[in-house]
């Protein structure tokens, strides 16, 4: 087999059993990777209602066929399992180097079920692995946990998946992190490693995944490393990372604040790229064979003093901490990305979290003294940071917080759910749907809740979609449309977007992100060359096809209904700040758009897959008779 390793790596923790199965070549070229290989799994081997975080959750860690290629972007894995904070299917996607150095050890996937006893991680070196005991590191930060590892294994290269105290406390939205500042954020995927007592997993491979024409991998990284800097926007990520997004989506009105009442932040300049740029910025950096090192490090002062081993913060957590916060101090940001980090918690979560509370605070519905005293009002910087802490082990309000806002409303009552802002328990990114419909139309549609990188943004279609004529769109499509023309074009757009989370490739290096340099015509050829395949992009697109069928089965079959098909009622107010103010999504429309979604995908009027959408995708095995 060319491109994977053909082995996947089966660990029972309760058993403290593992075993290495060879899938048929069929399976490989019909999931392709990443989510697919997780659907799979959690359809075919779960019994429905299983909880979360209980000993029959099944976590899979995945790659992609070229996974490892020495190619921008080929370095991402997924992790899936059943979330805890959405109860239907739960997936989170990192780059950095744990996917490339899983397959030099010799495996495409591991999936892991059962809870052990006691503390553990794996340790997987050149297709052997072991379950070692991890009772010495339960407890650390994930700082720390790295170096006891990379002590233990007297190797500084080992690269390590691991949780912090969040996922051992089993917040829900705790996350995964490998060296230290790439991230599996969403989805709570953190708690059910630390369900399972699954510390960490420490890989080190020195194979080489064997290519079919490995010439024409060299020839595509030497296109890519002589053409990225042709494109200003990659340059312009090069420099400032994903936090230059903050001035221009600001301009936009568009820079969600105040909890998403407002999309305009007045000290905007204060929290950009541009100040991080030049002020705490000490290195930027970047995943395995990425010359274009998207990733900051940051050295802020006291009194939030951070250690740059811990990266710096991106978009989605500027606007999480500062903005919705309306914290105008970079410095608490950075602090508060390195709490995250080092706790192990989803930064988009916790910054949604605390907005919430201070908008119940505001509100009066919570009060100081449920909150221990905390003055937890918008802008104070210091009551964010602290309630960071609170959060990961579960203190005071933190215990409540750590539910993720769905479930912490309701446990509040008093009418708090106005102030959740989350799709089907997930917290909401930083991309404001008044002015991106699309995203919107996705974000209530997304298997996995609220999720951005899923999302046809809808600013970068309106004039012009030469770059995306291969996916077979055609036409250019107003920017603020809600209309069946906008609902075609997020569909074929997630087509894209969830096949380039199959092949786990970073959506920075292809178009038609922004900052895209690779086209939509060399990914099949870049596959070919890897697995001596003759794929087109039309077989490629199917298995996204596949991916959005499956997880819809999932979560209908976890008790998901099409009543979550939605966004909250936030939206469907007018914004109240900015160039945008006055922009509403309209109900009525958005839920045309989902019927009509619904329709073009071969789906009943309730949202469920017919049986000749199934049969038309192969997933006959998953009919229900
Ligand atoms: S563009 Fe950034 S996120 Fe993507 S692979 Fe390169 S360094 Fe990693």
Known sequence: MYG??????????????????????????????????????????????????????????????????????FSRHSVVAKSPLTG??????????????????GFDAIVIKGTSPNPVYL???????????????????????????????????????????????QVKYACIINELHYVNGRSGLGAVMGSKKL???????????????????????????????????????????????????NQDGLLPTRNFIKGTFEYAEQISGEKIHDTILVNTHGCYACPIRCKLSVKAENPYETDPIYGGPEYETIGAFGSLCEVDNINAISYANQQCNAYGLDTISTGCCIAFAMEC??????????????????????????????????????????????KAAEKIGKNAEQFAIHVKGKELPMHEPRGKPGVGVEYALSASGADHMQAAHDPAFKTSVEKVNPLGILEPVDRLSLGDEKVRLVKYLERWWLLLDILDVCKFTILPHGCGVFTIN????????????????????????????????????????????????????????????????????????????????????????????????YLDEFIET
């Open 4 to 73: 994977f390793n053909g082995k996947i790596l089966r660990v029972d923790l309760s058993k403290h059993e593992y075993t290495v199965v060879e899938p048929v070549a069929d399976f490989y070229r019909k999931y392709l990777g990443g989510r697919n290989f997780g659907l799979y799994f959690l359809l075919k081997e779960t019994e429905p209602g299983f909880e979360p975080l209980g000993p029959d959750n099944i976590l899979v860690f995945s790659t992609g066929p070229a996974t490892g290629a020495p190619l921008a972007g």
């Open 88 to 105: 239907g299917f739960g997936e989170a996607e990192a780059g950095g180097f744990f996917a490339p150095e899983l397959r030099f050890a």
């Open 123 to 169: 340790w997987i070196q050149d297709g052997k692995t072991e379950i070692r005991d991890a009772s010495n590191i339960w407890g650390l930060k994930t700082k720390e946990t790295q170096e006891a590892i990379r002590e233990e294994a007297g190797d500084p290269l080992v690269r390590i998946a691991l949780i912090g105290p969040a996922g051992e406390n």
């Open 199 to 249: 510390k960490a997993i420490a890989v080190r491979g020195h194979g080489k995944p064997q290519y079919k024409s490995p010439q024409k991998i060299r020839g595509f990284a030497k296109w890519f490393s002589e053409n990225w800097k042709k494109n200003s926007s990659t340059v312009f990520r090069s420099k400032y990372g994903t936090a230059g997004s903050v001035l221009p989506l």
């Open 361 to 406: 605070i505001e509100e009066n519905i919570l009060t100081t003294k449920e909150t221990n005293g905390l003055n937890i009002r918008f802008g104070n910087a210091d009551a964010m940071v602290k309630l960071v802490e609170m959060i990961a082990y579960r203190k005071g309000i933190g215990d409540l917080l750590a539910e993720g806002v769905r």
């Open 522 to 617: 060399q990914i099949p050829e870049i596959i070919n060359a890897a697995t001596g395949w003759d794929t087109s992009l039309q077989e490629l697109l199917l298995a996204a096809d596949r991916s959005i069928n499956m997880a819809r089965l999932f979560n209908q079959r976890e008790g998901l209904t099409e009543k979550e098909d939605t966004l909250p009622a936030r939206f469907f107010k007018p914004l109240q700040t900015g160039p945008r103010k006055g922009s509403k999504i309209k109900e009525n429309q958005l839920k045309k758009a989902v019927k009509k979604y619904y329709q073009i995908s071969g789906w009943t009027p309730q949202g469920k897959p017919e049986k000749t959408t199934l049969h038309k995708l």
